[in-house]
């Protein structure tokens, strides 16, 4: 495998022989055999727009025990609002433009990790991810996608990890990423990317969700065509529990309707409908043996009881360690 400079933005610009390759490497690092120090002497970038606990700490982390150094970067808190737009006059509240921004930034460090949230006003806008997809533009260094508009691929990564895991074979798995109700509506970044990388490794995927709730026709196309191309299957339920009957994952999360972006209150109001769409010691009994997964932060016996996220059958906890490895792997070969 040679990904050498290459930006990780998503799971689906790689291929499966790729993603398998730093998967086997993250195993290597999890299980101490991997002592090198890739970057001793070079320095990474990370840069926040939004709120980080996993993300900002298990990457300062890898960068450091890969040999390196990191500088976080809150955007608008110590550091210059930046604009992204282009050929906009920037006459308002934006001080600096991410053209300038990525270059000076290249100049100073070996890669840019971005996180950059959807600001949920406009679905179209959010999918073009141009935050992220601006600062790879511009930087003559690679690009890392922390979780944007639309990505979360190291999530992703250490998701497929997790379930290799506690399953062993991944090829045609059961797996249900059930929508979860939330009293707000989040991003669909997660969402996204897990029905995505699944969909790559021919998971047999349904995706459960109200139907005010469903994947936008872009990503759905992305999805299937993935799942296509490595003989999986994609199935959509309206029906959770139905839907995580006899499966081996139950990933679950919440995620905003794509209908009601820009309009806040109107998906507040409609997800009341669904407040008992959450994960309970029923719902895991009904799998087979079924491993429960979720990205964290999760509010508890909203999304997931008590009894299931502490219970022997939660990958929770795996899953976000599995995030410092998969970084590292990442880091490791593209540097």
């Excluded at 009894?307 to 022997?312: M, S, T």
Aim: overall charge negative.
């Amino acid at each position: 495998m040679n990904i050498k400079q290459r930006d990780f933005l998503s799971t689906g610009d790689f291929t499966n022989e790729e993603l398998t390759a730093l998967i086997d490497l993250a195993a290597k690092i999890k299980a101490r055999e991997y002592t090198e120090r890739p970057l001793a002497g070079r320095s990474v970038a990370l840069v926040f727009f939004n709120p980080s606990l996993r993300t900002r700490t298990s990457m300062e982390i890898a960068v450091y025990e890969l040999g390196g150094n990191t500088t976080s970067l809150d955007i608008g808190k110590g550091t210059w609002s930046l604009e992204y737009r282009e050929n906009v006059l920037m006459d308002g509240d934006k001080t600096e433009h991410i053209k300038e921004a990525a270059r000076v930034l290249s100049r100073y460090v070996a890669a840019i990790g971005v996180r950059a949230f959807p600001e949920m006003h406009n679905y179209a806008e959010d999918m073009q991810d141009a935050v992220v997809r601006g600062f790879a533009r511009y930087s003559d260094v690679p690009v890392v996608n922390l979780e944007s508009s639309r990505f979360h691929p190291f999530q992703a990564l250490a998701d497929l990890m997790t379930i290799r895991e506690k399953l062993g074979a991944l090829n045609h798995q059961r797996v249900v990423l059930s929508w979860a109700y939330h009293p707000k509506p989040l991003p669909m970044a997660v969402p996204n990317s897990f029905a995505l990388i699944t969909a790559q490794f021919g998971l047999d995927l349904t995706i459960a969700c109200p139907p005010e709730y469903d994947l936008g026709n872009e990503m759905m196309q992305e999805i299937n065509n993935a799942s296509a191309a490595s003989g999986g299957r994609v199935a959509l339920s309206r029906d959770y529990r139905k839907a995580c009957s006899g499966a081996k994952i139950i990933y679950a999360k919440s995620w905003g309707g794509k209908d009601f972006y820009g309009n806040p209150q109107a998906d507040i109001a409609a997800r009341q409908a669904y407040q008992d769409w959450r994960i309970d010691e029923a719902v895991m009994r009904s799998t087979d043996h079924g491993w429960f997964m979720h990205c964290l932060p999760v509010r508890r016996n909203v999304v997931v009881t008590d009894g299931v996220l502490d219970g022997e059958q939660s990958a929770a906890i795996d899953e976000a360690e599995n995030r410092l490895h998969v970084q590292k792997a990442v880091l490791a070969s593209i540097l």
